[in-house]
């Protein structure tokens, strides 16, 4: 079937997985497909790429920054029994 088009589905969850630089290059190939032939597909990976930069810049540094002690202590302190 020469110039025949096959249709690429892809869950949103990987085409954001893309947007982050987090999929395996197999599966990533499989979600470029699906981008170069799906204007929806394409659509959507393009707001999930600004986004991700938007949120990366908006939280730049923020978790690089240590965390507070109060937080700290709060996680740290034994559990005490539940009542029953």
């Known amino acids: 079937m020469t110039g025949a088009v096959m249709i690429v589905s892809v ?3 990987l085409i954001m997985a893309l947007a ?3 999929l ?6 499989h979600v470029r ?9 394409r659509h959507k990976y393009e707001i999930y790429r600004v986004t991700r ?8 540094g923020i978790l690089d920054e240590p965390v507070p002690e109060r937080l ?4 740290m302190k034994p ?3 539940r009542r029953r």
């Open 20 to 22: 982050d630089g987090e």
């Open 24 to 29: 395996e290059p197999s599966v990533e190939e």
């Open 53 to 60: 930069v938007l949120l990366s810049k908006a939280f730049n």
């Open 79 to 81: 559990k005490r029994p």
């Open 11 to 13: 869950r949103d969850e």
């Open 72 to 75: 700290t202590r709060a996680i």
């Open 33 to 41: 497909e699906a981008i170069r032939q799906d204007d929806a597909v």
